[in-house]
């Protein structure tokens, strides 16, 4: 096969796993016409497709906000123009091993807010439970639709050196991104038009489709045509452009706190026509600020006296209050015991090994290899807050590790996992940069269901391993192959 010259120059990176070169630097075969496809395409073409990007990107007001930047709040979203593949027996194992886990996650906040089996048991410590934030004692004993907790989830996935998928950490409040991999395909379509068919990739655009009948199918009341809202802390979060996004795609209102009135245990929104009421909310506001009058008093962003709406089962709230005791970052080890507790099963997806910082032996451990480790807040996210040994100074280290010993059971230790390479196309020229997936399952009463892609995220500076578009990350189009 003839390869042009941004393939001869390309060199994989020593020791980790590339997604588009195997063993021998020989070209994976589900790379192939890809690699066909853009060898014909010259530079200067290559150029133009990257800034059409750019510029369907900033047209689309596809966005994301970054707080601590002094460049304004408004970025665009970083797109790389070569698409991450990912063969059908790899999707199918994948698939399998979030299916499995998504479904003991959500027998695991069943029983942790209900009997509590699995503390009896002695397989979770009742004082990870109790001591982390996100456990809400509101939820004790409150019945859920159908028992799904988990309605809409992102499972952060990384590959080993050896090519092993590990699960890095699961996304359980209200996962983001989403709207990303749904653009990123609205553009490769215009940048690709031909290639998409002849690799027989996937669709994802069956995402909003999927949400909305789940949505549908939890309405308290039985009635034809359910009145759905997706509510959104409003035009300064980080994510809003997604929110409008979704609104959008499945054809229900985008609301704020302020829209909406609790009277009689019952949700309405303020129409032209008077108060409507609310069956469903998709909420992209986190617990802590969703009912004033339960939670933290000066939210501005939530709805007072939606919680006891919510406890008469008179609206169904996605995702369920409290998940968060599920995705914190202790709980996190206990998974692989969950799934062979609840489901009798070995877990198909690995974790990431890890140290909880609140174990005096563990802790002993990790500070003696710090320079090795990862350490990361139980309950940060976005990348911040988070310590790379590898790359961080002495005087980093000891002042980190006083931050750990003022709270242990806030911190997380896992070894520097390589995270696997693949091709991107950076000023002329292809380079290898790190990669994560997250994939979004989406579990209604008919089960578990994943659109056959998700987020890819790019570290796009040369040698990060940090993927996260608050830390300059960007992202590229997923494609599964058929």
């Known amino acids: 096969m003839q390869e042009s010259a941004y393939f001869n120059e390309y060199s994989p990176i020593n020791g980790v796993w590339d997604e588009m070169y195997g063993q021998n630097a020989e070209v994976r075969e589900h790379y192939r016409k890809v690699i066909e496809y853009i060898s014909k395409e010259s530079a200067d073409d290559l150029n133009k497709k990257e800034e059409l990007a750019k510029r369907l990107f900033m ?55 209900n009997n509590q089996f699995i503390v009896k048991d002695g397989i ?48 359980l409040r ?23 068919p002849q690799c027989g990739v996937r669709s994802v655009t069956e995402y909003p489709t999927i949400l909305y009948k789940n949505l549908l199918a939890i309405s308290p009341r039985q009635i034809s045509n359910p009145t759905i809202v997706l509510l959104s802390p409003g035009i300064y979060n980080s994510a809003y452009f997604e929110h409008t996004t979704l609104a959008r795609l499945m054809g229900v209102e985008l609301v704020e706190g302020r829209d909406l009135v609790v009277n009689n245990h019952k949700v309405y929104m303020k129409t032209t026509t008077g108060l409507q009421q609310v ?103 976005g990348g911040y807050g988070m310590l790379m040994g590898h790359a961080a100074t002495e005087q980093e280290i000891d002042e980190y590790k006083l931050e750990i010993l003022k709270d242990p059971r806030n911190f997380i230790a896992q070894p520097t996992i390589s995270l696997s390479a693949a091709p991107c196309y950076m000023q002329g020229s292809l380079q290898p940069r790190r990669i994560d997936l997250r994939p979004y399952a989406l579990y209604g009463p008919d ?16 040698g990060s391993l940090v993927v996260n578009s608050s830390q300059g990350g960007g992202s590229k189009d997923t494609w599964v192959l058929a």
């Open 279 to 381: 069956d469903v909310i998709y909420r992209r506001v986190d617990d802590d600020y969703l009912d004033p009058l339960v939670f933290n008093p000066g939210s501005m962003l939530g709805v007072a006296g939606i919680m006891g709406a919510y406890r008469k089962g008179n609206v169904a709230i996605v995702n369920a209050i409290g998940n968060g005791v599920a995705d914190d970052k202790a709980v996190y080890t206990y998974v692989p015991d969950m799934i062979r507790y609840y489901l009798n099963e070995e877990p198909i997806l690995k974790n990431v090994p890890t140290f909880q910082l609140g174990n005096a032996d563990e802790r002993e451990h990790v500070f003696k290899s710090m320079d090795t480790m990862v350490v990361k807040k139980t309950n940060g996210s």
């Open 447 to 462: 089960g578990i269901e994943i659109v056959p892609g998700g987020l890819t995220r790019v570290a796009l500076k040369e």
């Open 124 to 171: 979770v410590p009742i004082d990870i439970i109790y001591s982390c934030p996100h456990f809400l004692r509101e939820m004790y004993k409150l019945q859920v639709p159908y028992d799904i907790y988990i309605h809409i989830s992102g499972i952060d996935l990384i590959r080993d050196h050896d090519g092993t998928f590990y699960v890095l950490e699961d996304n």
């Open 59 to 113: 047209s689309q007001g596809i966005t994301f906000t970054v707080y601590n930047s002094g460049e304004g709040i408004e970025k665009i979203f970083p797109f790389d123009i070569i698409p991450r593949i990912i063969t059908a027996p790899e999707w199918a194992f994948v698939e399998k091993g979030i299916k499995q886990r998504l479904t003991a996650l959500n027998l695991f906040l069943k029983d942790v807010y």
């Open 174 to 196: 209200t996962p983001s991104g989403v709207s990303y991999m749904l653009e990123n395909r609205e553009i490769t379509k215009r940048l690709f038009p031909d290639l998409l």
